[in-house]
């Protein structure tokens, strides 16, 4: 068990370092740089220093921001300032982009927590019910629900959403600001419930799939005509018997469930504009900022890998059926 | 006949995913035929007293003249216009058509493309095993690693915005899940009979691959080909919702130009992206039902 996990752990360190330097050698392929967009701009939207022609700033800029440097030398600072520098300096704003990230993460933590929550709310009640409802009207119409729910892009959802506040009036769509949801909950929770439905509601949908058909086949178990045969109350048989050993499996699909809320936010945050993570990453491509790209891409690859072996892990606990490597 | 018996018996069995597969052919039959039939191109716009104008009949001084706001801006359906007019006066069923146009093109190539690639990779990496296999599987690992969205923005900015590159893009985050799928029957031909019948007969690496595995994955090939289809489809709504793709009519680039307007002409948004999701739940029901056919180990996976 041990040497599994050290081995485990050893792989993904590669699986890292791999994704480190594909990010790194595809920002370099990127047309344009920093420099050049900021030199332009200073040219043509005025405030550029007198005596200075737009070759010798956007060389002056190049060389501040270290684009000269060769690339094996660009490399080995950039694996240098992730260990030393927390993970490099922005070029747009000069602090460190483990500050930047520490700046936008709790929007992006609030938006993936809210999602979350309508996930399950969706998930475990319409897949239970699906489930001991096999083949009736009520299922039929849920799992339609499901497969649409699948097949709607989130930023349609989002625009249907705010197309009902609009007609109703139930929200303030106006929110000004970033309020935070531990400063002001209420403008906060408004900002943000609109986007976590439209993100939650898919990712919902997907577990209620995998958590219907894993019922469907524990529901045909011994144990649970067994218990059934003790007498217990049909509300205990599912709850505490059959749920228990259904959603082991559905544990697997929660490594792809988190990465598909990252991507999901990307888009979502732009939308409403939530400076998490997503929208950082979107601002910081196309003005070209390459240290802040990197290290988003570096942590949100290393947080979907840490996911996927926490699963791995857990999944090894709870199912005794699984053992790795024979002996143990 | 074969194939109407096999069909007929498809239709009846897999009722939903044929529900499915008429949408996806509705969707692809209209892509590619569309652009012909419309009667209007995918630029023209319209004035209110004559719904068929046409700015390249008009002449240039007359139009300087033209009051712009005699323009059908944002108009309701008519006849002449059956979904109304967008913001500049262009017909909006017409830049559906063309939506749904590029919608299918990426869609079906980047799923052809990295099925293909997929699958060379997936045999390689299943048959020899060994160092060859455990660097193919890390370097997969790690392209799966990368949010798909964020590896998607990261693709499509490294050249000028255009069709090409959002399919290389595509069929770059496609390949990892076709060559896990076509790797892990790898390992099951491998260990066949008929495998170790060509071995001994002195059969070549190379041929053993290219001759009697390959044929035996075209089954996994084309389930993974459908069902990613929908989900191509998808991210690339999302690029133009995000206007990261190609330019010119797109169904997410149009729900996102109708956000501005939804108090007033709330059917941009809502007609572009209905499309969206009609055409991947079409593909999605086909994948579906072709796994249950084609791949029964896979079978109760799904709905």
């Given amino acids: 068990m041990t040497n599994y996990v ?19 050698v595809t920002v370099r392929i990127l047309p344009g740089d920093y420099a050049a967009a900021q ?74 927590t809210m999602s979350m929550i309508v996930g399950v709310l969706v998930a475990l009640p319409v897949g239970i019910i699906s489930a001991i409802r096999q083949d009736s009207l009520l299922d039929g119409v849920l799992r339609l629900f499901a497969i649409g729910a699948l097949a709607a892009p989130s930023f349609w959802t989002a625009t249907i959403g705010t197309l009902v506040v609009l007609e109703y009036g139930i929200l303030e769509l106006n929110i000004v600001g970033n309020p935070g949801i531990w400063e002001d909950p209420w403008p906060s929770f408004q900002l943000f419930i609109i986007p976590a439905v439209a993100g939650g509601v898919s990712s919902g949908a997907l577990v209620m799939r995998m958590l219907r ?35 082991i499996p559905v544990l697997t699909v929660l490594g792809f469930v988190f990465a598909t809320l ?47 072996l926490l699963v791995d892990l857990v999944y090894l606990q709870v199912d005794p059926r699984i053992s790795v490597g024979g002996a143990e | ?29 209209v892509g590619v035929f569309g652009p012909y039939v419309a009667p209007y191109g995918d630029d023209d716009v319209f004035s209110e007293e004559n719904p068929h104008y046409d700015p390249d009949n008009e002449d240039p001084t007359n139009l300087q003249a033209s009051n712009p706001t005699r323009l059908a801006l944002l108009s309701g359906p008519s006849w002449e216009h059956p979904l109304g007019t967008d913001e500049f006066g262009r017909d909006l069923l017409t830049r559906m058509v063309h939506g749904a146009r590029l919608s299918v093109t990426v869609g079906v190539s980047a799923s052809a493309v990295a099925a293909m690639i997929g699958a060379v990779i997936g045999i390689i990496s299943g048959y020899l095993g060994g160092t060859v296999d455990l660097a193919i599987q890390r370097i997969i690992d790690a392209l799966l690693a990368i949010p798909a969205l964020v590896l998607l923005l990261l693709l499509v900015q490294t050249g000028e915005p255009s069709t090409q590159l959002t399919i290389v893009a595509l069929a770059v985050l496609g390949v990892g899940p076709v060559t896990r799928l076509v ?72 729900v996102a130009d109708g956000r501005a307007f939804l108090d007033s002409k709330p059917m941009m948004s809502l007609a572009a992206g209905g499309a969206i999701t009609l055409a991947v739940l079409g593909f999605n029901l086909l994948g579906d039902g072709l796994r249950d056919v084609l791949d029964p180990r896979q079978r109760g996976s799904g709905l």
């Avoid at chain 2, 059969?203 to 595995?213: D, E, L, P, S, T």
């Fill in chain 1, 6 to 24: 050290i081995r485990r752990v050893l792989l993904n360190v590669a699986v890292i370092w791999l994704v480190m330097t594909f990010v790194f």
């Fill in chain 1, 39 to 112: 030199v332009s701009e200073r040219y043509f939207g005025g405030g550029a220093a007198a005596g200075e022609s737009p070759e010798e700033a956007l060389e002056k800029a190049r060389e501040r921001l270290g684009l000269n440097d060769s690339i094996p030398v660009q490399y080995a600072k950039y694996v240098r300032s992730l260990v030393t520098d927390d993970l490099g300096t922005s070029f747009a704003t000069g602090r460190s982009v483990l500050a930047e990230i520490r700046h936008a993460l709790p929007y992006t933590i609030q938006l993936g």
């Fill in chain 1, 213 to 247: 058909s894993q019922l469907l086949d524990v529901l045909r178990q011994d144990y649970v005509r067994t218990a059934q045969a003790k007498g217990l109350r049909a509300r205990t048989v599912i709850l505490r018997h059959a749920l228990r050993n259904a959603l």
């Fill in chain 1, 262 to 308: 990252v991507s999901g936010s990307v888009i979502l945050e732009a939308m409403f504009n939530i400076p998490g993570m997503g929208q950082m990453m979107i601002v910081s491509l196309r003005s070209r900022d390459v240290p802040v790209v990197q290290g988003l891409a570096l942590v949100l690859a290393t947080g979907v890998v840490v996911v996927n």
């Fill in chain 2, 1 to 29: 006949m074969l194939v109407f018996t096999s069909l007929a018996w498809f239709a009846r069995r897999k009722k939903l995913a044929t529900i499915g597969a008429v949408f996806a052919a509705a969707v692809v039959v």
């Fill in chain 2, 183 to 254: 790797r892990s029957a790898t390992l099951v031909l491998r260990a066949e009979v008929f495998v170790e019948a060509a071995r001994s007969i002195g059969a070549g690496q190379g041929r053993i691959m290219g001759r009697h595995i390959a044929p035996n994955v075209v089954g996994p090939m084309i389930v993974i080909f459908s069902a990613s289809i929908g989900t191509n489809i998808l991210a690339e709504a999302g690029l133009s919702f995000l206007n990261l793709s190609v330019p010119g009519p797109s169904w997410g680039g149009m």
